[in-house]
């Protein structure tokens, strides 16, 4: 399968000094103009971060659209939408809708979530697990009737007053092809086994919620393989799609070494929900380094899709130049080649 790039961004935006990125207005017109950038540069994906309670990008449907009708070709997605805050069949409508103005661009990331400034922040949207059930649970409760709708389910009953009869209905509109397009963002193995067997693409990003004390990319490549083992094993048909995340930071002048030159060159262990965690190393330094170290990151080279984090408080044209600079020197030696 062909190797494809995106970019990732977290739609940071804060008031203060050397931000670009200073209000929301901000950070949703600059990701526009950077998908925009993107795409003309040839890199093939825009994804956006989904977070809530935050100075960040939170409701990524218009955006989706917003970035759809601007651009052409580029894939546009998410990385990734937390279920527990999401009303399946509304959203169900929004993603066709986006979908269809994108003409069959949309790659949605969803998943269960992740920690959030909020406690139990899905409450306050009026999403309470019931009685027996994790928030996690309904996290996958709700992917699995999204996943219905907008595959066709009948959803509601039609009323015989106002069509004459009694039918399901399916939400409409329907976007055909999406239900290929959905991925699980999973933190392990087993979870990537899960993702498998739903049928789904497998998100991996630069943290894993496990630590076998080998280093990230052996352990997020041992995470793909079992997933791809797990699709052959459920029969499914279709290919799936793999992607992994990276944060690669080519560094050119005084202005990347200030902001970028003491970032870590190795994995880091920590504890995240109660357990140990493994984050990915940044990747940081001249551009035929770079180039050099990404070829030999195992997960890398197993999936087939990277997604590049961004600095978005650095601004479009900081951004556009940093992808420009990867897209020239760095990606290429990954087996990637530009789309034109």
Request: no cysteine; proline share 6%.
């Amino acid at each position: 399968m062909k190797k494809r790039v995106g970019f990732l961004s977290f739609g940071h935006w804060q008031a203060v000094p050397g931000s670009q990125t200073r209000t929301g207005a901000d950070a949703l017109l600059q990701s526009i103009e950077l998908a925009v950038a993107a795409e003309e540069i040839g890199i093939d994906g825009a994804y956006v971060r989904v977070h809530h309670f935050a100075r960040q990008l939170a409701a990524p449907f218009p955006l989706l659209a917003a970035i759809g009708a601007r651009t052409s070709r580029i894939e546009i997605g998410t990385g990734v939408i937390d279920m527990r805050y999401e009303n399946p069949l509304y959203m169900a409508e929004e993603a066709a809708s986006a979908d269809l103005i994108a003409g069959g661009r949309l790659q949605l990331g969803i998943s269960r979530g992740s920690p959030e400034p909020a406690q139990r922040g899905y409450e306050a949207f009026g999403h309470v697990p019931p009685e027996g059930m994790t928030d996690a649970d309904m996290a996958r409760a709700h992917a699995e009737l999204f996943r219905a709708a907008i595959a066709g389910a009948g959803i509601a009953t039609s009323d015989p007053k106002m069509t004459g009869q009694e039918v399901p209905l399916p939400i409409q509109p329907q976007s055909p092809g999406l239900p290929e397009r959905i991925w699980w963002g999973s933190g392990t193995r087993a979870t990537a086994e899960w993702t498998a067997q739903q049928g789904m693409n497998l998100m991996s990003s630069t943290l894993l919620t496990e630590d076998t004390g080998v280093p990230f990319d052996e352990l997020q490549t041992e995470q793909i393989q079992r997933f791809r083992s797990a699709w052959a094993e459920a029969g499914w048909e279709r290919e799936p799609r793999v992607s992994v995340s990276r944060s690669v930071i080519p560094l050119l002048d005084d202005r990347d070494r200030m902001y970028f030159g003491d970032r870590s060159g190795e994995d880091q262990v920590g504890f995240l929900d109660g357990g140990l965690a493994r984050f990915g190393k940044s990747y940081v330094g001249a551009p035929d380094v770079l180039a050099e170290e990404l070829a030999q990151d195992r997960a890398v080279r197993e999936a087939d899709t990277l997604l590049l984090t961004v600095p978005n408080q650095l601004g479009v044209d900081y951004n556009a130049r940093l992808l420009a600079t990867l897209a020239e020197h760095v990606l290429p030696a990954i087996g990637w080649e530009p789309h034109r």
